[in-house]
Protein backbone atom coordinates (compact mmCIF):
# COMPACT_ATOMS: atom_id res chain seq x y z
CA UNK A 1 0.00 0.00 0.00
CA UNK A 2 1.46 3.59 -1.29
CA UNK A 3 1.97 5.79 1.87
CA UNK A 4 -0.70 8.26 0.37
CA UNK A 5 -3.04 5.80 0.87
CA UNK A 6 -2.07 4.74 5.02
CA UNK A 7 -2.16 8.89 5.14
CA UNK A 8 -5.19 10.94 6.78
CA UNK A 9 -6.62 13.82 5.00
CA UNK A 10 -8.94 16.17 6.61
CA UNK A 11 -10.82 18.77 6.42
CA UNK A 12 -10.57 21.92 9.06
CA UNK A 13 -13.36 21.71 11.05
CA UNK A 14 -10.86 21.89 14.04
CA UNK A 15 -11.81 23.46 17.04
CA UNK A 16 -15.30 23.77 15.10
CA UNK A 17 -17.16 24.78 18.42
CA UNK A 18 -14.87 27.36 19.50
CA UNK A 19 -14.52 29.01 16.40
CA UNK A 20 -17.84 28.62 14.63
CA UNK A 21 -20.79 28.96 17.48
CA UNK A 22 -20.00 32.44 18.76
CA UNK A 23 -20.52 33.55 15.10
CA UNK A 24 -24.21 33.19 15.35
CA UNK A 25 -25.99 35.81 16.65
CA UNK A 26 -27.73 35.08 19.96
CA UNK A 27 -31.25 35.44 18.68
CA UNK A 28 -31.22 33.03 16.10
CA UNK A 29 -29.07 30.72 18.58
CA UNK A 30 -31.91 30.33 20.61
CA UNK A 31 -34.01 29.29 18.02
CA UNK A 32 -31.57 26.67 16.80
CA UNK A 33 -31.56 25.56 20.11
CA UNK A 34 -35.56 25.27 20.75
CA UNK A 35 -35.56 23.09 17.50
CA UNK A 36 -35.73 25.36 14.78
CA UNK A 37 -33.78 24.17 11.95
CA UNK A 38 -30.72 26.65 10.88
CA UNK A 39 -29.97 26.81 6.91
CA UNK A 40 -26.23 26.29 5.87
CA UNK A 41 -24.21 26.50 3.19
CA UNK A 42 -23.64 22.77 2.02
CA UNK A 43 -20.68 23.27 0.13
CA UNK A 44 -21.05 20.08 -1.54
CA UNK A 45 -24.62 20.03 -2.63
CA UNK A 46 -24.55 23.82 -3.14
CA UNK A 47 -27.13 24.83 -1.92
CA UNK A 48 -28.11 25.89 2.00
CA UNK A 49 -29.76 22.89 3.55
CA UNK A 50 -31.27 22.67 7.03
CA UNK A 51 -28.97 21.92 10.11
CA UNK A 52 -30.36 20.53 13.34
CA UNK A 53 -29.01 21.70 16.98
CA UNK A 54 -28.44 18.06 17.88
CA UNK A 55 -25.26 18.32 15.33
CA UNK A 56 -24.01 20.63 18.08
CA UNK A 57 -25.10 17.87 20.86
CA UNK A 58 -23.40 15.26 19.12
CA UNK A 59 -20.27 17.11 18.38
CA UNK A 60 -19.94 17.99 22.50
CA UNK A 61 -19.66 14.63 23.17
CA UNK A 62 -16.22 14.59 21.50
CA UNK A 63 -12.69 15.97 22.45
CA UNK A 64 -10.26 16.34 19.86
CA UNK A 65 -7.76 16.06 22.31
CA UNK A 66 -8.22 12.64 21.95
CA UNK A 67 -7.11 12.69 18.62
CA UNK A 68 -4.15 11.37 18.81
CA UNK A 69 -3.61 8.80 16.47
CA UNK A 70 -0.07 8.95 14.99
CA UNK A 71 -0.81 8.74 11.37
CA UNK A 72 0.83 10.94 8.90
CA UNK A 73 -1.92 13.74 8.20
CA UNK A 74 -2.15 16.32 5.74
CA UNK A 75 -3.65 19.68 6.17
CA UNK A 76 -4.38 21.93 2.99
CA UNK A 77 -5.99 24.98 4.51
CA UNK A 78 -7.13 28.58 2.37
CA UNK A 79 -5.39 31.49 4.18
CA UNK A 80 -8.72 32.83 3.37
CA UNK A 81 -10.85 31.14 5.12
CA UNK A 82 -13.58 32.59 6.75
CA UNK A 83 -14.98 29.72 8.14
CA UNK A 84 -12.41 28.12 9.88
CA UNK A 85 -9.18 30.33 10.76
CA UNK A 86 -6.06 29.02 9.54
CA UNK A 87 -4.52 29.19 12.92
CA UNK A 88 -6.84 26.25 14.18
CA UNK A 89 -4.68 24.05 12.00
CA UNK A 90 -1.84 25.48 13.46
CA UNK A 91 -2.97 24.76 16.64
CA UNK A 92 -4.33 21.30 16.12
CA UNK A 93 -0.79 20.17 15.00
CA UNK A 94 1.38 22.05 17.63
CA UNK A 95 1.64 18.66 19.39
CA UNK A 96 1.20 15.88 16.63
CA UNK A 97 4.39 16.22 14.71
CA UNK A 98 2.79 13.69 12.22
CA UNK A 99 0.24 16.51 11.41
CA UNK A 100 1.80 18.50 8.05
CA UNK A 101 -0.39 22.09 7.55
CA UNK A 102 0.16 23.52 4.24
CA UNK A 103 -1.57 27.28 3.67
CA UNK A 104 -2.44 28.19 0.23
CA UNK A 105 -3.94 31.29 -1.43
CA UNK A 106 -7.74 30.39 -1.46
CA UNK A 107 -10.77 30.43 0.62
CA UNK A 108 -12.87 27.84 2.69
CA UNK A 109 -13.87 25.65 -0.49
CA UNK A 110 -10.39 25.17 -1.81
CA UNK A 111 -11.85 25.36 -5.17
CA UNK A 112 -9.66 27.90 -7.24
CA UNK A 113 -6.30 26.03 -7.34
CA UNK A 114 -7.21 22.26 -7.75
CA UNK A 115 -3.63 22.12 -9.43
CA UNK A 116 -1.56 23.28 -6.81
CA UNK A 117 -3.34 21.45 -3.69
CA UNK A 118 -2.78 18.06 -6.00
CA UNK A 119 1.07 18.62 -6.12
CA UNK A 120 1.00 19.57 -2.28
CA UNK A 121 -0.85 16.04 -1.86
CA UNK A 122 1.69 14.25 -4.04
CA UNK A 123 4.41 15.88 -2.60
CA UNK A 124 3.49 14.68 0.75
CA UNK A 125 2.64 11.19 -0.50
CA UNK A 126 5.44 11.18 -2.07
CA UNK A 127 4.54 10.50 -5.51
CA UNK A 128 6.48 12.98 -7.58
CA UNK A 129 9.66 11.17 -7.84
Not at 13 to 41: C, H, Y
Not at 65 to 84: E, F, K, N, V
Amino acid sequence: MCECAKAGFTSPRLLFLKNWLPTIEPSVLQKWQAGEPMMVDHHGEGKKMPLHYQFIQDLEQYSESHLQRSLPTLIIHGQGDQIIPIQSSYEYSQNRPWVTVKSVDDDHALTEIPEEIWQKIEQFCGLNA
